[in-house]
């Protein structure tokens, strides 16, 4: 399929999605949204993909935030509408997908870009990177999940003090925080995303799957976090994968995971 304004591009088991909106810091809009639901469930139904890697097109963005201009006419109730659509369909999507999501922030992620990067299960940063959420400049807060996701990687003291002031950090500041994972030179940014998910696809594809859904339960207070552990646990036992591994350790050889 192609799009408006994302680049898809697949490196062995690894697939690229690029938001491709340069002249615009790669800000997202309603089409860009739409496109990015449409690309990510199919990148998870897909069987020839193991995991994703996310960026922004260019040197300067990774996602500068939100299209403003599409705010103009909004009001209480299609702000809602916004912000119930953008988490159940994209956000969300990505932070429950069954396939691990790396997101590679090339310079500036503010608004929904930080928002996005959060939602992702790994964030690698270059070293020029501003990370931030300025919301409250533009008399509003976070919509996309910031308030939740940010609290939860780097405290409530912290993210209530980059939420009230807007300030934009930097990348070493975010690895010391814990809101980004790793911090490398520009050039070496996708490299490293490329490096750390080929070690995770070395891995078993459905435990993999499985050790997202348990840890993303440990955040929600509609789920109990151990009993889901045990279900995934036991979920994983039953599958040829597991047998592969064990056989694979005790034959002192690499496993040879099938995802079945």
Same mark, same amino acid.
């Given at each position: +399929?192609?799009?408006?304004?994302?680049?898809?591009?697949?490196?062995?088991?690894?697939?690229?999605?690029?938001?491709?909106?340069?002249? $615009?810091?790669?800000?997202?809009?309603?089409?860009?949204?739409?496109?990015?639901?449409?690309?990510?469930? &199919?990148?998870?139904?897909?069987?020839?993909?193991?995991?994703?890697?996310?960026?922004?097109?260019?040197?300067?963005?990774?996602?500068?935030?939100?299209?403003?201009?599409?705010?103009?006419?909004?009001?209480?109730?299609?702000?809602?509408? *916004? =912000?119930?659509?953008?988490? !159940?369909?994209?956000?969300? *999507?990505?932070?429950?997908?069954?396939?691990?999501?790396?997101?590679?922030?090339?310079?500036?992620?503010? @608004?929904? @870009?930080?928002?996005?990067?959060?939602?992702?299960?790994?964030?690698? =940063?270059?070293?020029?990177?501003?990370?931030?959420?300025?919301?409250?400049?533009?008399?509003?807060?976070?919509?996309?999940?910031?308030?939740?996701?940010?609290?939860?990687? %780097? &405290?409530?003291?912290?993210?209530?003090? +980059?939420?009230?002031?807007?300030?934009? %950090? !930097? =990348?070493?500041?975010? *690895?010391?925080? &814990?809101?980004?994972?790793?911090? %490398?030179?520009?050039?070496?940014?996708?490299? $490293?995303?490329?490096?750390?998910?080929?070690?995770?696809?070395?891995?078993?594809?459905?435990?993999?799957?499985?050790?997202?859904?348990?840890?993303?339960?440990?955040?929600?207070?509609?789920?109990?976090?151990?009993?889901?552990?045990?279900?995934?646990?036991?979920?994983?036992?039953?599958?040829?994968?597991?047998?592969?591994?064990?056989?694979?350790?005790?034959?002192?050889?690499?496993?040879?995971?099938?995802?079945?």
């Amino acid at each position: +399929m192609a799009f408006e304004n994302l680049l898809i591009t697949n490196k062995g088991r690894i697939q690229y999605i690029t938001i491709n909106r340069e002249s $615009k810091l790669n800000a997202l809009n309603a089409v860009t949204l739409a496109e990015l639901h449409t690309a990510f469930t &199919g990148a998870f139904a897909n069987p020839d993909v193991g995991g994703i890697i996310i960026t922004g097109a260019g040197p300067k963005a990774f996602i500068a935030g939100a299209d403003i201009s599409e705010f103009v006419n909004l009001n209480a109730h299609t702000g809602r509408e *916004l =912000a119930q659509n953008g988490h !159940t369909k994209v956000f969300d *999507l990505i932070a429950n997908g069954s396939k691990p999501v790396i997101a590679a922030i090339n310079g500036f992620a503010l @608004g929904g @870009g930080l928002e996005m990067a959060m939602a992702c299960h790994i964030r690698i =940063a270059s070293d020029n990177a501003k990370l931030g959420l300025p919301e409250l400049t533009l008399g509003i807060i976070p919509g996309y999940g910031g308030t939740q996701r940010l609290t939860q990687l %780097v &405290g409530r003291g912290k993210a209530l003090e +980059m939420i009230m002031t807007s300030d934009m %950090v !930097t =990348a070493a500041d975010a *690895l010391q925080f &814990g809101l980004v994972n790793h911090v %490398v030179s520009p050039e070496e940014l996708l490299t $490293k995303a490329e490096e750390l998910l080929n070690k995770i696809l070395k891995r078993a594809p459905l435990a993999i799957a499985s050790a997202i859904t348990a840890v993303n339960a440990a955040t929600r207070s509609d789920v109990n976090g151990f009993e889901t552990e045990i279900s995934e646990f036991s979920k994983c036992m039953g599958t040829h994968d597991f047998k592969e591994g064990v056989a694979a350790f005790l034959e002192k050889r690499p496993a040879e995971f099938k995802g079945e």
